[in-house]
């Protein structure tokens, strides 16, 4: 997990420094179709409070019995919107200049659907198994990738605030899950 989470910060810093932030938005635009523009619009709202809030509410209650993660999960999410507001509001990096087809209204940096539901998934995943012992890597990765490239489709954010939002949340679930981690992490990290 920390070669992920540095391989991103290092996109995230690469494309910042370069042209290239701004060079894949404006060519993500020539590939805009309306069948594209709406998984990018549903994964902007499964990013969202809208959904997070009711589904993280309904998990907590439902597996009330299966702690810690009945309450890691919703509090690592919310944990991971807040900090993200916050970072948010030291950086103040505006909104890309192409046509967006969504409208955000707070700072790009770093992205919040990026950050918050990498730290969803990832916590959803040490659940998953803990809870049935199923790992699930690829479907943890294709909804973190495709969440990613939605931002960026939408053209509401940079790379480099998706890299680095997707790092920061991913690190924040794994800091989490090493911290409050459940029994396949207790009998794999003794020592």
């Known amino acids: 997990m920390k070669k992920i989470i540095l391989v991103l910060l290092l996109l995230g810093l690469v494309f910042y420094l370069s042209s290239l932030d701004v060079q894949i938005l404006e060519e993500l635009v ?3 179709k309306p069948v594209f523009t709406f998984i990018a619009l549903l994964f902007a709202f499964m990013g969202s409070w809208r959904f997070l ?6 998990f907590a209650l439902y597996f009330k019995k299966e702690k810690p993660y009945n309450l890691l999960v919703p509090l ?6 807040i900090i993200n507001h916050l970072i948010k509001e030291i950086f103040r990096r505006p909104r890309p200049q192409i046509p967006a087809l969504a409208i955000e209204n707070s700072f790009s940096f770093p992205s919040g659907h990026a950050m918050v539901t990498s730290c969803f998934v990832l916590l959803l995943a040490y659940f998953i198994k803990e809870h049935w012992g199923k790992d699930i890597p690829i479907p943890a990765t294709l909804y973190i990738s495709t969440m990613l490239l939605s931002r960026l489709y939408l053209g509401v954010h940079y790379p480099s605030d998706v890299f680095v939002g997707a790092a920061l949340g991913l690190a924040t679930a794994w800091a989490l899950q090493r911290y409050f981690g459940g029994k396949h992490d207790r009998s794999n990290n003794k020592g």
Not at 53 to 58: C, G, K, M, Q, V
Not at 76 to 81: D, E, F, K, R, V
């Open 30 to 32: 020539l590939l805009r």
């Open 53 to 58: 809030l009711p589904f993280n509410i309904l």
């Open 76 to 81: 690592g999410t919310l944990g991971c919107w």
